[in-house]
């Protein structure tokens, strides 16, 4: 499934005041394409995030924030459809056979998907109230 690339509104800023260059140039396609592929986080990743994210959330600015609540909107719909989440470490062998936890999404670990989405959208609704 493929995501259109969103970039936020600051970034898009940042983008148009970069000289001309093969990078700018490549930056401007992605924003014309629906050819990106997003990898979600593991589950120590999404863990550690979920630990994390109150403190981050904070810095961000609404632009930014309503772009990550679509991302880990799609990540948490991912994570409450599917038992296993297998990502590239899997296949290149770096998971041991007994951390089968690495791969298994428990309970905590949804509901921690959960959370973040929450966080996310309450913090929106906190500064769209102050706008």
Request: net charge positive.
């Amino acid at each position: 499934e493929r995501i259109k690339m969103q970039i936020p509104q600051y970034i898009d800023r940042q983008i148009d005041k970069m000289r001309e260059s093969k990078k700018k140039q490549a930056w401007q396609q992605l924003k014309e394409t629906d050819d990106v592929y997003v990898i979600i986080p593991t589950i120590d990743s999404l863990n550690f995030r979920k630990e994390h994210h109150k403190g981050n959330m904070r810095m961000k600015t609404l632009d930014a924030l309503k772009y990550s609540s679509s991302y880990y909107h799609y990540v948490n719909d991912i994570y409450q459809k599917y038992d296993y989440i297998l990502n590239n470490d899997f296949y290149e062998s770096v998971i041991h056979p007994n951390e089968y936890d690495a791969i298994y999404v428990t309970k905590k670990t949804r509901k921690n998907a959960n959370k973040i989405c929450e966080g996310i959208d309450k913090r929106i609704e906190e500064l769209e109230k102050k706008n």
